[in-house]
Nanobody
């Protein structure tokens, strides 16, 4: 089992950047495929990006390609999401998630472990 804690959210202006982190407990982080999701008020939770356990395969939803970058440091038990060129429509609570399934996963039902989320607000 892994516990996940996000950090790094905040309020930025349009065009700004943030770097989100997800700290994982335990010594088996390198076995987990990881993902980032976000949920805006009144909307469903949406997939953003995913990375496999080794960190050599990633995938992104179309709306963030070229702006967001997912990465991981298995030695530090940390997952990251670099957010650049932020837009007001990126405003949401961002969650990291983990699964022992092999590969990269874009659907939330594939993930068994979730963090509490960190708020990202982008002002016009």
């Amino acid at each position: 089992q892994v516990q996940l804690v996000e950090s790094g959210g905040g309020t930025v202006q349009t065009g700004g950047s943030l770097r989100l982190s997800c700290a994982a407990s335990g010594r088996t982080f390198n076995r987990y495929a990881m993902g980032w999701f976000r949920q805006a008020p009144g909307k469903e939770r949406d997939f953003i990006a995913a990375i496999n356990a080794d960190g050599d395969s990633t995938t992104y939803t179309h709306s963030v390609k070229g702006r967001f970058t997912i990465s991981r440091d298995n030695a530090k038990n940390t997952l990251s999401l670099q957010l650049n060129s932020l837009k007001p429509e990126d405003t949401a609570v961002y969650h990291c998630a983990g699964t022992l399934r092999i590969g990269v996963w874009t659907v939330d039902r594939a993930y068994d472990y979730w963090g509490q989320g960190t708020q990202v607000t982008v002002s016009p």
